[in-house]
């Protein structure tokens, strides 16, 4: 007889996923997506390993406002491959997928400087393989093919920084019709090479360097890194700061190693004017990366761990759910005031009506829908790194008409801005087949165009 056990879990829906046991990329398996203890799990029924649970998220009630910001679908203007076996092994990108490419990674060479034991693309030292600038010609057409005014350009590696042609990639990329450049970067030649640094300054506004910055503490830099990055890292930022040129802090996290560090970081970022927020990246299963249970973290843990700290203003209706991939990216943008050489924050997302946020245009960068900017503010629009300053008198008053007036000043643009990101990505152990359709960050090949997660995961395409 039928009977109702408390002690059992929620079913919250159906999706495919990935054997984390057997560790077998070619096939899916059946997955429920299943709550337990105010916890979301993926629960996998493998036909040769059996059932097996994998923690997705540690905040059920997150979890459901994550599912209430889902929007309606930006989409690729073309697509490059045909759906033959179905999603995600079409990637390319297919018919199926339900995300525009709004950051767009360029990745120019598998060689790097350094030898990190979490590095996703497992780069190192004589892996060589640089990317020619005929390659990257045809990288950006294919971009274009698929996104015509791309929002984000990222270039990555390896370490891009030592590719010969670097800067030549970089103003050449500058000149496309993209919105915003990024340097992934673990910021070694920054350090070390001020001339460097001011080849970077002149590419003017619309650039931002993307640094890696996975910790304070020079032990758990050996344990992520392979070495101690501490005085390199900092090096770095004085120059960035020396030059003005924006930075976002990127830190890896890998639980019971720096995720207490998550309030030191933020706090620690604070103290510069070039710094325009961090993003931490809960550590992906990929590359030469190892992976242990003790290791891995939940987009919603170290949300929780934000929105708990007393240090940083971000309260929990600040961290929202990015509509464009909810589950996978968290988002908090704030308005930004040096004084007395400390960054003084005011929250904004926590401010802004759901419903507008929901039906903007575009994804990360909400400068696509102009309606959506005049609502909201200069500081949540990468254009005004450009120097467009959209925003009228009238509107302004009505915005700011609570805030501090000094964070409402006349002229306010990119400098101004300051935001917390977390983005998680899809590796074996958390795929999702429904939600992978929805990632928005995407490897671009010069003639593919592949969704991050299933990159780095190495799948195997059947196109």
Aim: with cysteine; aromatic share 10%.
């Amino acid at each position: 007889m039928a009977y109702y056990s408390k002690d059992y879990d929620l079913y919250l829906g159906s999706t495919q996923s990935f054997c984390h046991l057997c560790g077998n990329l070619h096939k899916l398996v059946d997955t429920q997506i299943v709550s337990k203890d105010n916890e979301v799990f993926l629960r996998k029924f493998c036909p040769k390993c059996g059932e097996s649970m994998i923690k997705i998220s540690s905040d059920l009630d997150y979890y459901r406002k994550c599912e209430s910001y889902i929007k309606a679908p930006d989409l690729p203007e073309f697509y490059n491959t045909k759906v033959v076996r179905g999603c995600p092994f079409d990637c390319g990108v297919c018919p199926q997928h339900q995300n525009h490419p709004c950051l767009a990674l360029f990745n120019i060479t598998d060689e790097c400087n350094m030898k990190c034991n979490i590095c996703y693309f497992s780069s190192e030292p004589n892996k060589g393989n640089h990317r020619s600038m005929e390659d990257i010609e045809l990288m950006l057409a294919n971009l274009l093919s698929v996104e015509s005014q791309p929002d984000l350009i990222q270039v990555t590696g390896g370490e891009p920084s030592i590719h010969p042609q670097i800067m030549e990639i970089l103003r050449y990329l500058k000149k496309s019709p993209v919105r915003h450049l990024m340097l992934n970067t673990n910021g070694i030649r920054i350090a070390e090479n001020e001339k460097f640094v001011k080849e970077l300054k002149s590419l003017g506004g619309g650039f931002e360097v993307y640094l890696q910055f996975d910790s304070l503490n020079s032990d758990t830099l050996r344990n992520i890194r392979a070495r101690d990055m501490k005085q390199i890292r900092l090096q770095a930022l004085a120059m960035l700061e020396k030059y003005a040129i924006s930075t976002t802090l990127v830190c890896v996290v890998k639980k019971n190693l720096n995720d207490k560090e998550i309030p030191d970081i933020i706090e620690f970022s604070r103290n510069y004017r070039c710094v325009r927020g961090v993003v931490f990246q809960p550590v992906q299963s990929a590359g030469r990366v190892e992976v242990k249970d003790d290791y891995r973290i939940t987009l919603s843990e170290i949300r929780s761990i934000i929105v708990a700290d007393e240090k940083n203003p971000f309260t929990d209706e600040d961290m929202i759910p990015l509509p464009c991939d909810p589950h996978k990216i968290g988002v908090g943008y704030g308005a930004k005031k040096m004084i007395d050489g400390k960054a003084q924050i005011y929250p904004v997302t926590g401010k802004i009506p759901k419903e507008i946020v929901i039906n903007h245009a575009g994804t990360i960068a909400f400068e696509q829908d102009r309606a959506f900017i005049k609502t909201i503010i200069e500081t949540v629009s990468l254009d005004t790194a450009m120097g467009e300053n959209i925003l009228k008198d009238k509107i302004k008053q009505k915005l700011f008409c609570c805030w501090p007036s000094f964070l409402a000043p006349s002229d306010m643009g990119y400098e101004n801005v300051f935001r917390i990101v977390i983005m998680e990505f899809s590796d074996i152990y958390n795929f999702d087949s429904t939600n992978i359709k929805r990632e928005c960050n995407f490897m671009i090949e010069p003639h593919k165009i592949i969704p991050f997660s299933t990159y780095n995961m190495g799948i195997k395409f059947s196109q």
